[in-house]
């Protein structure tokens, strides 16, 4: 792998980890067996990042790696009092890919519809949601009423919730 590819396979690793991370949480139903599992996967994938061929679907190899991994996790915590059969992880594993695949159209529409707000109505998320603001403290530093700020944030994300709902029915969709 030349140089340019390790970074493309390396990007293609970060962006994936929230899912992976995710789907194997989705198998296996422990937090902290998810993350151990997601750090035996990361390494199983870049022991075999040879095998990787670019421009096939990067996401499905790196889940069936999960799923392997999820597997022999099973084997060790067999002493555990809820550990999912074989079955149930391969009946789990295709419908946890699925919705994982359908969270990330649904982010992807998200972000497009919030850059469809106006500059303020997204300095509005932002404080209350990327800074942790409550409504009483963006209220007073705007000189507004909380419940203005409480009924312009149930107005925001109900246009939001509108447009993604819009948008994943009609991709032309422009406005929320």
């Given at each position: 792998?030349?140089?340019?590819?390790t970074e493309q396979f390396v990007g293609l690793i970060l962006q994936v980890q929230p899912r992976i991370y995710a789907y194997i949480l989705s198998l296996v139903a422990d937090p902290v067996a998810s993350q151990d599992i997601l750090q035996e996967t990361n390494l199983v994938i870049w022991r075999k990042?040879?095998?990787f061929e670019?421009?096939?679907n990067f996401n499905a190899w790196a889940y069936r790696i999960a799923l392997f991994q999820v597997k022999a996790?099973?084997?060790?915590?067999m002493r555990d009092k809820l550990v999912f059969s074989d079955e149930m992880i391969n009946v789990l594993a295709p419908e946890a890919e699925s919705q994982l695949e359908d969270m990330q159209d649904r982010m992807n529409l998200l972000r497009k519809c919030m850059n469809l707000l106006t500059l303020k109505q997204q300095g509005l998320l932002e404080q209350r949601y990327t800074?942790?603001?409550t409504a009483g403290e963006i209220a007073k530093e705007l000189g507004r009423p909380v419940a203005s700020?409480?009924?312009?944030l149930y107005r925001i994300r109900l246009a939001l919730m509108e447009c993604v709902s819009r948008s994943g029915n009609n991709p032309t969709y422009q406005s929320p």
């Open positions: 792998m030349d140089k340019q590819q990042a040879d095998n670019f421009g096939t996790a099973r084997k060790r915590m800074f942790s603001q700020i409480h009924q312009t």
